[in-house]
C-alpha cells in the first residue's frame, strides 16, 4: 500500500512538474500593502485571475513542445520568431504577460517605505531635467498610450534613461531590444490595473503610482 502510494504520488509529482513548468509567484507583499493607491480587490483580481491566466495560457501553448519547457521566459520572448508559427502570438502576449507582472509587483512596494536617493535623484535630474519632470514625462507617456499597454523606465547602453510605451504585452524581449536598452521602472496601464478605483481616471492612477514605486529596486536595476 505504501509502495503504491509512493508510485502515485512520484508519478504525479513527475507529470505535475512536466506539466507546470511555468508559475505564479506569490506577490513580495500583502494584497493591501498598497492601500490606498492600488486597492486590496484591484490586486486579488489583478495577480490572482489576470497574472495567473497568462501563466496557465503561457503553459497551455508550449504543451505540443515540451522542449520548450527548458527555455527562460526571456529566453522564449527574445526567440519569437524561432518559435513554430501557431504559437507565437500565444507566447507572446502570454509570456509577455507573465514577465511584466512578474516585474511590476517587485518594482511596488507599500507607501513610505522606500524613498529616492540623492545618487538617484541626481541620476533623474541629469536626464530629465529633474525629478518632476521625470514623473510628468512618465505619466504622459501613460496617458498617451493607446488601449492597453505598460510604460517603462530604460537605460539605454549608453547609460542614458528614457521613457518608452509597449502595447499590449509587449516588452523589450519581445520587440528584440533587450540588447540595446535595460528596464528599472514599469506601470500596467490596462483597465483590469486601475479601473475599480480610478475608473477612466488613467491620470490619476498615474499619479498615485508614485507614491508606492520601490525607489530602491529601481535604483538597483539601474546600477545593475
Ligand atoms: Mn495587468
Do not use: C
Not at 509502495?3 to 512520484?10: N, R, T
Not at 479601473?195 to 535604483?219: D, G, H, M, P, T
Amino acid at each position: 500500500m505504501k509502495k503504491q502510494i509512493l508510485a502515485l504520488s512520484v508519478g504525479l509529482w513527475v507529470s505535475l512538474s512536466a506539466i507546470a513548468q511555468f508559475t505564479l509567484p506569490a506577490l513580495p507583499y500583502k494584497y493591501n500593502a498598497l492601500e490606498p493607491y492600488i486597492d486590496s480587490t484591484t490586486m486579488h483580481i489583478h495577480h490572482d485571475m489576470h497574472h495567473a491566466a497568462y501563466v496557465n495560457n503561457l503553459n497551455a501553448a508550449l504543451e505540443k513542445t515540451p522542449e520548450l519547457y527548458k527555455k527562460s521566459l526571456t529566453e522564449l520572448l527574445s526567440g519569437i520568431d524561432k518559435l513554430p508559427a501557431d504559437i507565437r502570438a500565444a507566447v507572446k502576449n502570454n509570456g509577455g504577460g507573465v514577465y511584466n507582472h512578474n516585474f511590476f509587483w517587485k518594482i511596488m512596494a507599500p507607501a513610505g517605505s522606500t524613498t529616492i536617493s540623492p545618487a538617484l535623484e541626481k541620476k533623474l535630474t541629469e536626464n530629465f531635467g529633474s525629478v518632476e519632470k521625470f514623473k510628468e514625462t512618465f505619466e504622459k507617456a501613460a496617458l498617451g498610450r493607446f488601449g492597453s499597454g505598460w510604460v517603462w523606465l530604460v537605460k539605454d547602453n549608453a547609460g542614458k534613461l528614457k521613457i518608452l510605451s509597449t502595447p499590449n504585452q509587449d516588452n523589450l524581449f519581445s520587440t528584440g531590444n533587450s540588447t540595446k536598452m535595460k528596464a528599472a521602472l514599469t506601470l500596467d496601464v490596462w483597465e483590469h490595473a486601475y479601473y475599480l478605483k480610478y475608473q477612466s481616471k488613467r491620470a490619476a492612477y498615474a499619479k498615485a503610482f508614485w507614491n508606492v514605486v520601490n525607489w530602491k529596486e529601481v535604483e538597483r536595476l539601474l546600477n545593475e
